[in-house]
């Protein structure tokens, strides 16, 4: 059984920075894809950045390249998001997800994810 647990979300000014966690318990195929997907009030879903299990390859939505960054601590089970130069659009909550693919995180944008934390907020300010 797989559970997620974000943290790291809070309240900045816009060209802040936050970095957010997601602590993950149980073990993943090499085939598994973990994300970050946010979604912005009154909004659907967006994927924002994934990264592959086994192989490390990092994706990410065009409004957030160059400025987040996805990695993972495998000796912690930990995946992060590291957020720079934040904007107004930005704000969302922001979940943690995975899920089992083959190749690894096709479609990892689309939010058809097997398993998702709870969520933590972000809001940025102008």
């Known amino acids: 059984q797989v559970q997620l647990v974000e943290s790291g979300g809070g309240s900045v000014r816009a060209g802040g920075s936050l970095r957010l966690s997601c602590a993950a318990s149980?073990?993943?195929?090499?085939?598994?894809?973990m994300a970050w997907i946010r979604q912005p009030p009154g909004k659907e879903r967006e994927g924002v950045a994934a990264l592959s299990i086994g192989g490390g390859a990092t994706y990410y939505a065009d409004s957030v390249k160059d400025r987040f960054t996805i990695s993972r601590d495998n000796a912690k089970n930990t995946l992060y998001l590291q957020m720079n130069s934040l904007k107004p659009d930005d704000t969302a909550t922001y979940y943690c997800?995975?899920?089992?693919?083959?190749?690894?995180?096709?479609?990892?944008?689309?939010?058809?994810?097997?398993?998702w934390g709870q969520g933590t907020q972000v809001a940025v300010s102008s």
């Open positions: 997800a995975v899920k089992i693919t083959w190749p690894p995180c096709v479609g990892w944008s689309n939010g058809q994810y097997t398993y």
């Open positions: 149980g073990s993943f195929s090499s085939t598994a894809c």
